[in-house]
Nanobody, 123 residues
């Protein structure tokens, strides 16, 4: 059974940093895209960053570009999200997801999901 386990969330003041980790196991060989998504209360889930683990190609939402970095550690089947210069509007539940290929930041493109890790940024 596919498992995606997120960790690293927490509470931080605005301007601070956090690093999220996503440990994947039993992913099908065909999966080459990993992504991070977030969902704030009463808002729709939105894509934050995706990475093609085969080519290294990355894509970010405009709201996090320049502040967040997605990176893989293929040997550990782990994907990280380094979040710097955090803002209160970054507060959300953050989810790791996997897909056969990277097409967009749309959550509907991803079939495997973790349980999420909460990030809270205070002003």
């Amino acid at each position: 059974q596919v498992q995606l386990v997120e960790s690293g969330g927490g509470s931080v003041q605005a301007g601070g940093s956090l690093r999220l980790s996503c440990a994947a196991s039993k992913l099908p060989y065909s999966v080459t895209c990993m992504g991070w998504f977030r969902q704030a209360p009463e808002k729709e889930r939105e894509g934050v960053a995706v990475i093609n683990t085969a080519s290294g190609g990355r894509d970010y939402s405009d709201s996090v570009k320049g502040r967040f970095t997605i990176s893989p550690e293929n040997a550990k089947n782990t994907v990280y999200l380094q979040m710097n210069s955090l803002k209160p509007e970054d507060t959300a539940m953050y989810y790791c997801a996997a897909a056969a290929r990277c097409g967009s930041l749309s959550p509907s493109s991803f079939g495997y999901w973790g349980q999420g890790t909460q990030v809270t940024v205070s002003s």
